[in-house]
């Protein structure tokens, strides 16, 4: 089973609008960690945000936030007011522990979202 | 400015030879990763390595193999056993911990000839 799932291969948004990308995660863990990443299509990927299981508060970085709904293990991201930069894949990856004490991430399939004038 | 380096950009392997990517940080970060990416497709783990001298596979780590001598290096050779190379490599690195990010290189290009 998919840890991480991204349901939406891609989305479409106009600019300044806003839009939210889906991620929903399975863990059995109590202790996680949730992050977007961003790649452009000259590929690098650049880290947007961040949410601990234990964090009370959704995460908000600039124009991005993350909508973090534990119960119901989704961690979507919110981006206002779309650029024509924001046009990239977006990927969503979780970090659990394991056995040994790495945190290997995993990472979601990624949503293409392209920005319209 | 810190930040890893991944070389060369773009890398044309012939049939039975090994290719090896580099991947340099100087983020003194203990955690290193090699992921392949196809496309339409997420990362998926070659291999990780979480202090100098110790490495583990990760889940397509077959006709691969790494060597983490130094902190900041962590090469990957594409060995000949890798029947199907063709695909775009990124190298990371990161503190080792759940609320840690990943920091990545702009990644390599490898294609058969």
């Known amino acids: 089973a998919q840890k991480i799932t991204q349901t939406q291969p891609g989305m479409f948004v106009q600019e300044k609008e806003a839009v939210t990308l889906d991620c929903t995660y399975d863990?059995?863990?109590?202790?996680?960690?949730l992050f977007w990443y961003k790649q452009p299509s000259s590929g690098e990927m650049i880290f947007l945000i961040y949410?601990?299981?234990?964090?009370?508060q959704n995460a908000t970085e600039g124009r991005y936030s993350l909508n973090f709904q534990k119960a119901r293990k989704s961690a979507n991201l919110v981006i206002s007011a779309s650029q024509l930069g924001d046009s990239a894949m977006y990927f969503c990856a979780m970090r659990e522990g394991r056995a040994g004490g790495s945190y290997i991430p995993t990472f979601g399939r990624g949503t293409s979202l392209i920005v319209h004038p | 400015d810190g930040g890893i380096t991944q070389s060369p950009k773009y890398l044309f392997r012939k049939e039975g030879q090994n290719v090896t990517l580099s991947c340099e940080q100087n983020l003194n970060h203990d955690a290193m990763y090699w992921y392949r990416q196809d496309p339409g497709q997420g990362l998926r783990l070659i291999y990780y390595s979480q202090i100098v001298n110790d490495f583990q596979k990760g889940d397509i780590a077959e006709g691969y193999s790494v060597s983490r001598e130094k902190k900041e290096s962590f090469p990957l050779t594409v060995t000949s056993a890798q029947k199907n190379p063709t695909a775009f490599y990124l190298c990371?690195?990161?503190?080792?911990?759940?609320?840690?990010?990943?920091?990545f290189g702009d990644g390599t290009r490898l294609s058969i000839l």
């Open positions: 863990t059995s863990d109590q202790s996680y960690g």
């Open positions: 949410q601990g299981s234990y964090d009370e």
């Open positions: 990371a690195s990161s503190i080792n911990g759940i609320n840690q990010p990943q920091h």
